[in-house]
């Protein structure tokens, strides 16, 4: 399992020091601003939706290396999502990093997302892992909030 482990961290690393979809997305009709006030990370994420299709995302900000790693690999697990899907993957994400995951029937594939596992042994990194999806939810949502891992969802 640590071999497992070391490609995980190397993965992680790999999309913080080359963030996949790091700009401001032309044409995006949604948008909103996340802050992790625990950490410091902050990320803006910027969805083009239509048809009820995420048809194109990405987003920029600055944080640790968890908070910009887990916005990459989301914006890369999004595209082409309706957003029920959307909804579901991050349900599931949020179950892995919390350690509650267990594979029920139907649930989609986590894909690339399996690289944050381990996060669900750092509790005070779920909140950087997460930050991402529940700013891509609010962008979704089109409430235009700055969302705060500090309120309830
Ligand atoms: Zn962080």
Known sequence: MSDLRDLYQELILDHNKRPRNFRKLEGANRSAEGYNPLCGDRVTVYLKFEDGVVKDVSFDGSGCAISKAS??????SLKGKTLAEAKALFEKFHKLVTGKSHDAPG???LGKLVVFSGVCDYPARVKCATLAWHT????LRGDGKTVSTEESF
Do not use: F
């Open 136 to 139: 891509m939810t609010a962008a």
């Open 71 to 76: 916005a990459s690999v989301m914006t890369e």
């Open 107 to 109: 649930s989609p594939d």
